[in-house]
Protein backbone atom coordinates (compact mmCIF):
# COMPACT_ATOMS: atom_id res chain seq x y z
CA UNK A 1 0.00 0.00 0.00
CA UNK A 2 0.95 3.61 -0.92
CA UNK A 3 0.51 6.32 1.33
CA UNK A 4 0.58 10.36 0.56
CA UNK A 5 1.09 12.72 3.26
CA UNK A 6 -0.30 16.35 2.04
CA UNK A 7 -1.45 19.50 3.64
CA UNK A 8 -3.41 22.62 2.40
CA UNK A 9 -2.45 25.87 1.09
CA UNK A 10 -3.63 28.29 3.82
CA UNK A 11 -5.48 28.73 7.01
CA UNK A 12 -9.29 29.70 4.81
CA UNK A 13 -8.27 27.10 2.11
CA UNK A 14 -8.29 24.22 5.33
CA UNK A 15 -11.40 25.83 7.07
CA UNK A 16 -13.11 25.64 3.50
CA UNK A 17 -12.12 21.81 2.61
CA UNK A 18 -13.44 21.49 6.54
CA UNK A 19 -16.54 22.56 5.44
CA UNK A 20 -16.86 20.60 2.04
CA UNK A 21 -15.69 17.16 3.84
CA UNK A 22 -18.37 17.24 6.51
CA UNK A 23 -16.14 18.55 9.57
CA UNK A 24 -18.11 21.73 10.13
CA UNK A 25 -16.55 21.63 13.52
CA UNK A 26 -13.48 22.40 12.43
CA UNK A 27 -14.67 25.08 9.77
CA UNK A 28 -14.74 28.16 11.93
CA UNK A 29 -11.31 26.96 14.23
CA UNK A 30 -8.25 29.39 13.51
CA UNK A 31 -4.39 28.57 13.60
CA UNK A 32 -4.14 27.48 17.13
CA UNK A 33 -6.99 24.81 16.77
CA UNK A 34 -5.28 23.66 13.55
CA UNK A 35 -1.69 23.53 15.36
CA UNK A 36 -3.59 20.74 17.63
CA UNK A 37 -5.44 18.95 15.41
CA UNK A 38 -4.11 15.09 15.22
CA UNK A 39 -3.81 13.76 11.43
CA UNK A 40 -6.67 11.99 9.89
CA UNK A 41 -6.48 9.32 6.94
CA UNK A 42 -9.33 11.19 4.54
CA UNK A 43 -9.06 9.40 1.21
CA UNK A 44 -8.90 5.80 0.26
CA UNK A 45 -7.51 5.36 -3.28
CA UNK A 46 -7.14 2.94 -6.04
CA UNK A 47 -5.14 3.77 -8.69
CA UNK A 48 -5.24 1.25 -12.46
CA UNK A 49 -1.76 1.42 -13.93
CA UNK A 50 -1.66 1.30 -17.89
CA UNK A 51 0.10 -2.22 -17.48
CA UNK A 52 -3.34 -3.08 -15.57
CA UNK A 53 -1.79 -3.48 -12.16
CA UNK A 54 -3.62 -1.90 -9.45
CA UNK A 55 -2.71 -0.86 -6.13
CA UNK A 56 -4.54 0.52 -2.81
CA UNK A 57 -3.34 4.07 -1.03
CA UNK A 58 -4.26 6.21 1.65
CA UNK A 59 -4.28 10.29 1.86
CA UNK A 60 -2.79 11.35 5.07
CA UNK A 61 -3.87 15.43 6.06
CA UNK A 62 -1.59 16.49 8.33
CA UNK A 63 -3.11 19.43 9.41
CA UNK A 64 -0.11 21.41 8.51
CA UNK A 65 -0.76 25.07 7.34
CA UNK A 66 2.07 27.11 5.94
CA UNK A 67 0.62 29.99 7.84
CA UNK A 68 2.59 27.62 11.26
CA UNK A 69 6.22 28.89 9.16
CA UNK A 70 5.10 32.31 8.79
CA UNK A 71 4.01 32.31 12.36
CA UNK A 72 7.56 30.63 13.57
CA UNK A 73 5.07 27.82 15.14
CA UNK A 74 7.72 25.59 14.57
CA UNK A 75 7.46 22.74 17.28
CA UNK A 76 3.78 22.49 16.04
CA UNK A 77 4.91 22.42 11.78
CA UNK A 78 7.12 19.48 12.85
CA UNK A 79 4.98 17.68 15.06
CA UNK A 80 2.60 17.29 12.33
CA UNK A 81 4.79 16.07 10.06
CA UNK A 82 5.95 13.89 12.19
CA UNK A 83 2.16 12.59 14.00
CA UNK A 84 1.40 11.81 10.18
CA UNK A 85 4.36 9.79 9.57
CA UNK A 86 3.87 8.04 12.25
CA UNK A 87 0.18 7.75 11.54
CA UNK A 88 0.56 6.01 8.02
CA UNK A 89 3.30 3.67 9.69
CA UNK A 90 0.41 2.72 11.83
CA UNK A 91 -1.78 2.19 9.35
CA UNK A 92 0.80 0.02 7.77
CA UNK A 93 1.55 1.62 4.47
CA UNK A 94 4.96 0.60 3.12
CA UNK A 95 5.80 3.78 1.13
CA UNK A 96 4.44 7.00 1.78
CA UNK A 97 5.36 10.56 -0.29
CA UNK A 98 6.06 13.25 2.03
CA UNK A 99 4.35 16.27 0.20
CA UNK A 100 4.60 20.10 -0.30
CA UNK A 101 6.25 21.59 2.92
CA UNK A 102 6.53 17.87 5.03
CA UNK A 103 10.07 17.20 3.31
CA UNK A 104 11.19 21.22 3.74
CA UNK A 105 10.07 20.63 7.34
CA UNK A 106 11.90 17.30 7.50
CA UNK A 107 14.89 18.55 6.09
CA UNK A 108 15.45 22.27 7.51
CA UNK A 109 14.28 21.20 11.23
CA UNK A 110 16.88 17.99 11.02
CA UNK A 111 13.69 15.35 12.09
CA UNK A 112 15.51 12.21 11.40
CA UNK A 113 17.01 12.76 14.82
CA UNK A 114 13.33 12.27 16.30
CA UNK A 115 12.68 8.53 15.27
CA UNK A 116 10.60 7.63 18.34
CA UNK A 117 6.65 9.06 18.09
CA UNK A 118 5.21 7.96 21.38
CA UNK A 119 5.19 4.03 20.95
CA UNK A 120 6.49 4.25 17.41
CA UNK A 121 9.80 4.02 16.03
CA UNK A 122 10.09 5.89 12.57
CA UNK A 123 11.10 3.87 10.06
CA UNK A 124 12.12 6.21 7.56
CA UNK A 125 13.02 4.02 4.70
CA UNK A 126 9.39 3.84 4.37
CA UNK A 127 8.97 7.43 3.03
CA UNK A 128 9.99 9.36 0.23
CA UNK A 129 10.41 13.08 -0.28
CA UNK A 130 8.95 12.33 -4.21
CA UNK A 131 11.33 15.12 -5.27
CA UNK A 132 12.76 12.90 -8.03
CA UNK A 133 9.72 12.57 -9.78
CA UNK A 134 8.69 15.94 -9.18
CA UNK A 135 12.00 17.11 -10.56
CA UNK A 136 12.16 14.69 -13.62
CA UNK A 137 8.75 16.14 -14.56
CA UNK A 138 9.12 19.69 -14.10
CA UNK A 139 12.18 19.18 -16.64
CA UNK A 140 10.01 17.46 -19.09
CA UNK A 141 7.36 20.20 -19.11
CA UNK A 142 9.84 22.88 -19.72
CA UNK A 143 11.42 20.67 -23.02
CA UNK A 144 7.62 19.72 -24.24
CA UNK A 145 6.11 23.28 -23.38
CA UNK A 146 8.90 24.91 -25.12
CA UNK A 147 7.97 23.57 -28.36
CA UNK A 148 4.39 24.21 -27.39
CA UNK A 149 5.98 27.84 -27.72
CA UNK A 150 8.35 27.95 -30.39
CA UNK A 151 10.92 28.52 -27.94
CA UNK A 152 14.20 27.03 -29.32
CA UNK A 153 16.37 25.44 -25.86
CA UNK A 154 19.37 25.90 -27.86
CA UNK A 155 18.59 30.08 -27.86
CA UNK A 156 17.09 29.87 -24.61
CA UNK A 157 17.76 31.83 -20.75
CA UNK A 158 16.16 29.44 -18.55
CA UNK A 159 16.20 30.81 -14.61
CA UNK A 160 15.40 29.07 -11.95
CA UNK A 161 14.24 30.33 -8.64
CA UNK A 162 15.22 28.66 -5.87
CA UNK A 163 17.77 26.72 -7.77
CA UNK A 164 19.84 25.81 -4.79
CA UNK A 165 16.51 23.70 -3.39
CA UNK A 166 16.26 20.10 -3.70
CA UNK A 167 13.83 20.27 -6.71
CA UNK A 168 15.65 23.26 -8.06
CA UNK A 169 19.26 22.21 -7.94
CA UNK A 170 18.18 18.84 -9.82
CA UNK A 171 16.24 20.48 -12.41
CA UNK A 172 19.50 22.92 -12.52
CA UNK A 173 21.71 19.59 -13.22
CA UNK A 174 18.81 17.74 -15.98
CA UNK A 175 18.76 20.71 -17.84
CA UNK A 176 22.77 21.19 -17.98
CA UNK A 177 23.90 18.11 -18.57
CA UNK A 178 20.56 16.54 -20.89
CA UNK A 179 19.32 19.77 -23.02
CA UNK A 180 21.24 22.53 -24.89
CA UNK A 181 19.68 24.68 -23.03
CA UNK A 182 22.01 28.19 -23.75
CA UNK A 183 21.58 29.72 -20.42
CA UNK A 184 20.85 29.08 -16.84
CA UNK A 185 20.10 31.66 -14.17
CA UNK A 186 20.36 30.56 -11.01
CA UNK A 187 18.01 32.58 -7.98
CA UNK A 188 17.99 31.94 -4.62
CA UNK A 189 18.82 34.10 -1.43
CA UNK A 190 21.57 32.69 0.23
CA UNK A 191 24.95 33.12 -2.40
CA UNK A 192 27.33 31.07 -0.88
CA UNK A 193 25.29 27.99 -1.63
CA UNK A 194 24.32 29.69 -5.06
CA UNK A 195 28.37 29.65 -5.72
CA UNK A 196 28.77 25.82 -4.89
CA UNK A 197 25.74 25.07 -7.18
CA UNK A 198 27.17 27.42 -10.18
CA UNK A 199 30.76 25.60 -9.25
CA UNK A 200 28.85 21.99 -9.33
CA UNK A 201 27.22 22.86 -12.68
CA UNK A 202 30.42 24.94 -14.14
CA UNK A 203 28.13 27.20 -15.56
CA UNK A 204 24.68 29.44 -14.58
CA UNK A 205 24.56 32.96 -13.80
CA UNK A 206 24.03 34.06 -10.05
CA UNK A 207 21.07 37.00 -9.88
CA UNK A 208 18.39 38.13 -8.10
CA UNK A 209 14.88 37.60 -9.18
CA UNK A 210 14.14 41.61 -10.60
CA UNK A 211 17.37 40.91 -12.59
CA UNK A 212 17.13 37.71 -13.89
CA UNK A 213 13.27 38.20 -15.17
CA UNK A 214 13.60 40.34 -18.06
CA UNK A 215 16.68 38.63 -19.36
CA UNK A 216 14.49 34.96 -19.09
CA UNK A 217 12.33 32.94 -21.71
CA UNK A 218 11.61 30.60 -19.29
CA UNK A 219 10.84 30.62 -15.57
CA UNK A 220 10.79 27.34 -13.08
CA UNK A 221 9.62 28.18 -9.94
CA UNK A 222 10.24 25.98 -6.79
CA UNK A 223 11.18 28.38 -4.04
CA UNK A 224 9.68 27.51 -0.70
CA UNK A 225 7.80 30.65 -0.57
CA UNK A 226 4.76 30.66 2.42
CA UNK A 227 2.96 32.91 -0.21
CA UNK A 228 3.35 33.84 -3.72
CA UNK A 229 5.00 36.72 -5.46
CA UNK A 230 3.48 39.44 -7.44
CA UNK A 231 5.10 39.87 -10.54
CA UNK A 232 4.30 42.49 -13.52
CA UNK A 233 3.83 40.88 -17.04
CA UNK A 234 5.30 43.83 -18.63
CA UNK A 235 8.88 42.92 -16.39
CA UNK A 236 9.03 40.00 -18.16
CA UNK A 237 10.32 38.74 -21.94
CA UNK A 238 7.57 38.01 -24.65
CA UNK A 239 6.81 35.62 -25.10
CA UNK A 240 7.82 33.83 -21.52
CA UNK A 241 6.89 30.49 -20.14
CA UNK A 242 6.24 30.50 -16.30
CA UNK A 243 6.32 26.88 -14.78
CA UNK A 244 5.37 27.50 -11.07
CA UNK A 245 5.63 23.90 -9.27
CA UNK A 246 5.63 25.95 -5.99
CA UNK A 247 3.11 24.66 -2.83
CA UNK A 248 1.60 26.82 -2.21
CA UNK A 249 2.18 28.43 -5.68
CA UNK A 250 5.14 30.92 -6.34
CA UNK A 251 3.19 33.35 -8.27
CA UNK A 252 0.40 34.99 -6.72
CA UNK A 253 -0.01 36.72 -10.01
CA UNK A 254 -3.24 35.89 -12.58
CA UNK A 255 -1.49 36.72 -15.72
CA UNK A 256 -4.00 37.73 -18.86
CA UNK A 257 -0.94 38.92 -21.48
CA UNK A 258 -1.07 36.93 -24.45
CA UNK A 259 2.34 36.20 -24.68
CA UNK A 260 2.81 34.52 -20.95
CA UNK A 261 2.03 31.49 -20.24
CA UNK A 262 1.78 29.94 -16.88
CA UNK A 263 2.32 25.91 -16.50
CA UNK A 264 1.41 23.99 -13.26
CA UNK A 265 4.67 22.64 -12.36
CA UNK A 266 5.34 19.05 -11.45
CA UNK A 267 1.88 18.12 -12.01
CA UNK A 268 1.08 14.76 -14.23
CA UNK A 269 -2.10 13.45 -15.41
CA UNK A 270 -2.87 9.72 -15.21
CA UNK A 271 -3.77 7.92 -18.52
CA UNK A 272 -6.94 6.56 -16.22
CA UNK A 273 -8.98 7.62 -13.84
CA UNK A 274 -8.54 7.50 -10.32
CA UNK A 275 -10.59 6.96 -7.88
CA UNK A 276 -10.07 9.35 -4.95
CA UNK A 277 -11.95 12.98 -3.92
CA UNK A 278 -8.17 14.76 -2.55
CA UNK A 279 -7.08 15.90 -5.94
CA UNK A 280 -10.92 18.24 -6.01
CA UNK A 281 -9.66 19.89 -3.22
CA UNK A 282 -6.56 20.76 -4.45
CA UNK A 283 -8.23 22.18 -7.20
CA UNK A 284 -6.88 20.10 -10.19
CA UNK A 285 -8.57 21.01 -13.49
CA UNK A 286 -9.03 17.07 -13.90
CA UNK A 287 -8.90 16.09 -10.53
CA UNK A 288 -9.79 12.75 -11.25
CA UNK A 289 -6.24 12.43 -13.64
CA UNK A 290 -4.09 15.43 -12.37
CA UNK A 291 -2.00 14.77 -8.88
CA UNK A 292 1.18 16.23 -7.84
CA UNK A 293 4.66 14.29 -9.04
CA UNK A 294 5.93 13.49 -5.72
CA UNK A 295 2.44 11.90 -4.84
CA UNK A 296 2.61 9.84 -8.08
CA UNK A 297 6.16 9.35 -6.92
CA UNK A 298 4.58 7.02 -4.14
CA UNK A 299 2.53 5.46 -6.31
CA UNK A 300 5.37 4.25 -8.84
CA UNK A 301 7.57 3.04 -6.29
CA UNK A 302 4.60 0.75 -4.96
CA UNK A 303 4.13 -0.05 -8.76
CA UNK A 304 7.73 -1.34 -8.71
CA UNK A 305 7.67 -2.81 -5.57
CA UNK A 306 10.18 -0.57 -4.39
CA UNK A 307 10.25 -0.46 -0.54
CA UNK A 308 12.57 1.93 -0.24
CA UNK A 309 13.40 6.10 0.54
CA UNK A 310 13.72 6.84 -3.30
CA UNK A 311 14.43 9.96 -2.79
CA UNK A 312 15.77 11.44 0.34
CA UNK A 313 18.15 14.01 2.21
CA UNK A 314 18.82 17.38 0.19
CA UNK A 315 20.61 17.85 -2.93
CA UNK A 316 21.43 14.43 -3.89
CA UNK A 317 18.82 13.61 -7.11
CA UNK A 318 20.78 12.29 -9.22
CA UNK A 319 20.06 12.95 -13.17
CA UNK A 320 20.57 9.12 -13.63
CA UNK A 321 17.54 8.27 -10.94
CA UNK A 322 15.51 11.16 -13.01
CA UNK A 323 15.69 8.96 -15.81
CA UNK A 324 14.65 5.88 -14.28
CA UNK A 325 11.43 7.59 -12.18
CA UNK A 326 11.06 8.67 -16.04
CA UNK A 327 10.40 5.49 -17.13
CA UNK A 328 8.32 4.08 -14.76
CA UNK A 329 6.36 6.98 -15.28
CA UNK A 330 6.19 6.68 -18.48
CA UNK A 331 5.33 2.78 -18.27
CA UNK A 332 2.38 3.15 -15.51
CA UNK A 333 0.53 5.83 -17.75
CA UNK A 334 1.46 9.01 -16.08
CA UNK A 335 2.51 12.29 -18.61
CA UNK A 336 3.39 15.93 -17.26
CA UNK A 337 0.78 18.29 -17.50
CA UNK A 338 1.33 20.61 -20.53
CA UNK A 339 -0.53 23.75 -21.70
CA UNK A 340 -3.67 23.85 -23.18
CA UNK A 341 -5.08 25.61 -26.21
CA UNK A 342 -6.24 29.51 -24.85
P1 LIG B 1 13.93 23.31 -0.70
O1 LIG B 1 13.67 23.81 0.68
O2 LIG B 1 14.88 22.19 -0.88
O3 LIG B 1 14.45 24.52 -1.61
C1 LIG B 1 13.83 25.74 -1.65
C2 LIG B 1 14.62 26.70 -2.53
O4 LIG B 1 13.92 27.96 -2.57
C3 LIG B 1 16.02 27.02 -2.04
O5 LIG B 1 16.86 27.23 -3.16
C4 LIG B 1 15.83 28.34 -1.28
O6 LIG B 1 17.07 29.01 -1.20
C5 LIG B 1 14.83 29.02 -2.22
N1 LIG B 1 14.02 30.09 -1.65
C6 LIG B 1 13.26 30.06 -0.54
N2 LIG B 1 12.63 31.23 -0.37
C7 LIG B 1 13.00 32.03 -1.40
C8 LIG B 1 12.70 33.35 -1.79
N3 LIG B 1 11.91 34.12 -1.05
N4 LIG B 1 13.26 33.85 -2.93
C9 LIG B 1 14.09 33.08 -3.68
N5 LIG B 1 14.41 31.81 -3.36
C10 LIG B 1 13.88 31.30 -2.23
O7 LIG B 1 12.48 22.97 -1.33
P2 LIG B 1 12.04 21.82 -2.36
O8 LIG B 1 12.99 21.83 -3.50
O9 LIG B 1 11.79 20.55 -1.64
O10 LIG B 1 10.59 22.36 -2.81
C11 LIG B 1 10.45 23.54 -3.58
C12 LIG B 1 8.96 23.86 -3.83
O11 LIG B 1 8.35 22.77 -4.55
C13 LIG B 1 8.11 24.04 -2.57
O12 LIG B 1 7.15 25.07 -2.79
C14 LIG B 1 7.39 22.71 -2.43
O13 LIG B 1 6.19 22.80 -1.70
C15 LIG B 1 7.13 22.39 -3.89
N6 LIG B 1 6.92 20.95 -4.14
C16 LIG B 1 6.10 20.61 -5.19
C17 LIG B 1 5.89 19.27 -5.51
C18 LIG B 1 5.00 18.83 -6.63
O14 LIG B 1 4.70 17.64 -6.70
N7 LIG B 1 4.60 19.73 -7.51
C19 LIG B 1 6.53 18.20 -4.71
C20 LIG B 1 7.37 18.67 -3.66
C21 LIG B 1 7.56 20.01 -3.41
P3 LIG B 1 17.33 30.22 -0.14
O15 LIG B 1 16.77 29.76 1.17
O16 LIG B 1 18.80 30.41 -0.16
O17 LIG B 1 16.59 31.39 -0.70
Redesign the pocket.
Known sequence: MFGLIGHLTSLAHAQSVARDLGYPEYADQGLDFWCSAPPQIVDNITVTSATGQTIEGRYVESCFLPEMLASRRIKAATRKILNAMAHAQKHGINIT?????S??IF??FNLQQFEQVRNIKLEFERFT???T???Y??CQQVEQASKQLGINLSKATVAV??????????VCRWLNSRTDVAELLL?????E??RLLQEDLGRGKIMA?EEALPQADIVV?????PKG?EIDANSLKHPCLLID??????LETQFQHPEVSVL????VEHTLDIDWRIMQIVSMDVPARQ???????SMLLEFEKIYTNFSWG??QISVQKMAMIGEWSIKHGFQPLLLQPR
Not at 187 to 191: E, F, V
Not at 291 to 297: I, S
Open positions: ALGGFSIENTGNHTAIICGATGDIGSAIARDRRLLWVASMVGGYPKNKGGILFACFAERN
